[in-house]
């Protein structure tokens, strides 16, 4: 038999035959090296030349139909990556993580830079001074539920800005218009506010009462800590 060192320095360079594999007989594509590594790829982790040499000396691949210089079947190299991926022999392809795809970078760098730059220069409405209608409280970073409802605003504006086709009017149609109505409308947290002064909700809008339920009613039904990481 040629020598295997031999035989794989023969094969044939690119440019000096077909890229895609000979046919054989017509009953399958025999590949080169180059083919195999290449077809592998697609499937699992890449793996080179000089790698596929050990495995093919180690008996971990399917066998070459000949050394000079060494082909394989595309049938049977197909048929086997399924069974070297579960047997461990190649090692899957990575998934995508959070780590590995960035996240876009934020425009405005806080709510408060979002609500004073961007949210109170374009949204304008006539406003009460004695808080019976629509009204706006200069401070409205006092009131918790205008945080929350303002922050998750921004956070939803800087997603869909992305969306340069329909984004803007989702955002409009879905948040804006929904959460602004709430704020500055009669019953809101700035009900006892005026555009001049802040009124303290926590003393003139009252928690609602709330018992206790039974244990059993609404069990913890996150995963149990763990003593060592308290995790």
Known sequence: ?????????????????????????????????????????????????????????????????????????????????????????LQPLAKATSDQVPEPELFFGSTEQWVTRFLLPIYRRQLSDNGDKSTWCPEWWKHAEAVIRLEALWRAWEHLRLDGRTGMSVWLKDHLDHHLPVLTGSGGPFTNCTVKSHADDLVLLKQFPATAAPAEYFPDVRPPKTEATGK
């Open 1 to 89: 038999m040629t020598d295997l060192k031999d035989a794989w320095d023969n094969e044939r360079r690119p440019g000096t035959g077909s890229d895609l594999g000979d046919q054989r007989d017509g009953t399958g594509f025999v590949l080169t090296v180059t083919e195999v590594v290449a077809l592998v790829a697609e499937h699992a982790q890449p793996v080179s030349a000089n790698r596929w040499r050990s495995m093919v000396m180690a008996g971990e691949t399917p066998a070459p139909l000949g050394w000079e210089p060494p082909r394989w079947d595309f049938t049977i190299v197909e048929a086997w990556i399924p069974q070297a991926l579960e047997s461990g022999v």
